[in-house]
Each structure stands twice: as C-alpha cells, then as structure tokens.
C-alpha cells in the first residue's frame, strides 16, 4: 500500500534563512514523487517531481526537492525563503504500476520577515 | 488555455439530500481524478476516470460515483449526504500517457452539510 509522511505539521522559519519541509514515503516499486502547495480556499499547484535520474530536482519559485531511496525520503528545499512562501505544502506519491496520487497531511510553512 | 474548473465553488444541502459536482479538465488532458479534502487534511483518492470507466478507485463508500464524458469533462455525484461529507472536492486532471506526468488541480467545490 502506498502511504506518504510529513512528520511536521508547522515549519517555522525566518526569511533569508533556507528551509526544509520533510517527507518520507512508501510504496511499492518505484516511485513517482511530487510536492504541491496550496494557499488558502485555493486548489494545489505543482511544485517539482521526481521520475527518475538525478536525485536533486529544480522545481517553481526557487524550490528544490532531494531524493533519497535509501531513506525513502523527498524532503523539500529552498535555500533562501520569503514571506511569500508562506503556505501549506504538500508531499504525494505514485507508484510505478498504480494509477492513484497519494498525498500527505501537508505542513504549514510560516516565514517571519 | 483555460484550466481545471469546478462548478460549483460552494454550495450548502441538508443531511439525505444528493448533490453533483462538475469538472472540465485542462484541455488535452484525458484523466480525471477527484479528491475530498477535509479541514486541516491533506487530499484524499475518491476515484480516477478513464477513457469513460473508472479505473481505481479509493477507500469511499458507495455513495460516491462519477462519470467521464467523452470530452472528458467529470461529474462527481454524492447520495446521501452525511454531516462527515462536508468538505472541498478538488478535481484534478492530467494526461494518461505515460503516467508520469503532475496533477492539475481546480479551485474546488466547498461542500457544507447541515
């Protein structure tokens, strides 16, 4: 069964200082790995994926996302953060032989200026 | 290129009653996914559409059902309403082919049941 997550409900962080939002997942074969943010009352919006190839993938607005099989983690990543990053961020997972997006209980993100 | 869009953005119905949400995909996007997100939760799987069939489908009751049409719009129908139902229905498309491909989320139908 696939499952994925997020260990922290909140991240704190101050603005200019990097950030990491973690994520660890399981699932069967190999997997299909994306993060998404949603801003209040809106949908999600894709952020990066990882297929397959280099472990550290670019994503929008300056995020990165590292992957890591041995730990089966895919913690994201931004090495300066802005107010504006304030949001709710969400790890999901699909398997190579499923069709269906598994997604985590999310982690609020709060930059202080 | 207009995106997901969901009908309708909020509505309010009583505990028994049924209700239908809408989705039209992105366009050349032929696989609609439908997720209920409860307050504080992350997404959760209701369902995938394909080709007009559903083709995998979550841990929901069966009083949720839906329907592809062949331009690959969706509806999401709900029998039955509970006070648990309450909730923002996303609907998301994406392109089958190769199966790798992201989510394109809608802006939701927020559901209210009293």
């Known amino acids: 069964a696939q499952s994925v997550a997020q260990p922290e409900d909140q991240v704190n962080v101050a603005e200019g200082n990097p950030l990491t939002v973690k994520c660890t997942y399981s699932?069967?074969?190999?997997?299909?790995l994306f993060w998404y943010v949603q801003y209040p009352n809106r949908g999600l919006q894709f952020l990066l994926k990882?297929?397959?190839?280099?472990?550290l993938v670019k994503g929008s607005y300056g995020f990165e996302a590292e992957f890591n099989k041995s730990q089966t983690s895919f913690h994201l990543k931004k090495p300066s953060a802005l107010v504006s990053d304030s949001a709710l961020y969400f790890c999901?997972?699909?398997?190579?032989?499923?069709?269906?997006?598994?997604f985590g209980a999310g982690t609020r993100l709060f930059v202080k200026a | 290129d207009a995106g997901v869009t969901q009908s309708p953005t909020h509505l309010i119905k009583t505990r028994g009653q049924q209700v239908t949400l809408r989705c039209s995909p992105k366009?050349?996007?032929?696989?609609v996914s439908w997720y209920q997100q409860a307050l504080g939760q992350g997404p959760q799987f209701i369902f995938q559409?394909?080709?007009?069939?559903?083709?995998q489908r979550g841990n929901f009751p069966d009083r949720f059902s839906g329907h592809q049409f062949p331009n690959y719009s969706s509806e999401l129908n709900v029998n039955a309403l509970l006070l648990g139902d309450s909730a923002l229905y996303l609907c998301?498309?994406?392109?089958?082919?190769?199966?790798?491909?992201?989510?394109?989320f809608g802006e939701g139908s927020r559901l209210t049941v009293l």
């Open positions: 998301a498309s994406s392109f089958t082919q190769g199966n790798t491909g992201e989510l394109f």
């Open positions: 699932v069967s074969g190999n997997p299909y």
């Open positions: 990882y297929i397959t190839g280099d472990n």
């Open positions: 999901a997972v699909r398997g190579t032989g499923g069709f269906k997006t598994i």
């Open positions: 366009s050349g996007h032929d696989t």
């Open positions: 559409y394909y080709e007009e069939e559903e083709r």
